[in-house]
């Protein structure tokens, strides 16, 4: 079975600053691997995944992630971010090809001015 | 561009009351889920449906029942409400496989006094 930890329950950090949200998952089986975002009283929505091929991955709003297989991780970064940037932020992890998605507990990332 | 919707958006039911949560879909998916989102626990998935006519079960079953009569429509119901099913409920879909992009609903918060 896969599970997925999420490190930091709350990240704060100062607008403008680079932000790293930290996801470590275990599975026996190849993964695939994803970022979603919830924006308050929202649904989630996909920032970005990783099936296969290059480990660094590109999504919406200038956030990227790399793919660590000997680490297990998928860490989540952005090199500056907005007030706007401001949500909970999920890591999942379902088995490559099949199955469904388990959801990490959540990184709320809090941008202060 | 509806995407998911769900029905209602908020319910106050008393213990032992029952309910029923509408998600509808106009993607075409074939695969549609429920989670529940509680504070500092992420996202449980509860049931979910991968065609129309077929349920299962997922992490947090117990208490709930789902039907997926029409491809389009997932209804999940609470035959006895008790408070700790107290919880915002996410309804999503997917194309068939394992690479799809999750779609959500904007959730449904429900209280049991």
């Known amino acids: 079975a896969q599970s997925v930890t999420q490190l930091d329950s709350q990240v704060p950090v100062f607008e403008e600053a680079p932000v790293e949200l930290r996801c470590n998952y275990s599975s026996s089986v190849s993964v695939y691997l994803f970022w979603y975002v919830q924006y308050p009283n929202q649904g989630l929505q996909l920032l970005l995944k990783?099936?296969?091929?290059?480990?660094l991955v590109k999504g919406i709003n200038g956030f990227e992630a790399e793919f660590n297989k000997s680490q297990t991780s998928f860490h989540l970064r952005k090199p500056s971010v907005h007030i706007s940037d401001t949500a909970e932020y999920f890591c999942?992890?379902?088995?490559?090809?099949?199955?469904?998605?388990?959801f990490g507990k959540g990184t709320k990332l809090s941008v202060k001015p | 561009n509806a995407g998911v919707t769900q029905t209602p958006k908020f319910r106050v039911l008393k213990t032992g009351q029952s309910m029923t949560l509408l998600c509808a879909q106009d993607?075409?998916?074939?695969?549609m889920y429920w989670y529940r989102q509680d504070p500092g626990m992420g996202l449980r998935l509860i049931h979910y449906?991968?065609?129309?006519?077929?349920?299962a079960k997922g992490e947090v079953p117990d208490g709930y029942n789902v039907s997926r009569l029409k491809k389009q429509n997932f209804l999940l119901g609470l035959e006895s409400a008790a408070p700790s099913q107290t919880s915002v409920y996410f309804c999503a879909s997917r194309e068939q496989g394992g690479a799809g992009e999750l779609f959500f609903g904007e959730g449904s918060r429900l209280t049991v006094l």
């Open positions: 990783y099936l296969s091929g290059s480990t």
């Open positions: 999942a992890v379902s088995r490559a090809g099949q199955g469904n998605l388990i």
């Open positions: 449906s991968v065609g129309e006519g077929t349920t």
């Open positions: 993607m075409n998916h074939e695969y």
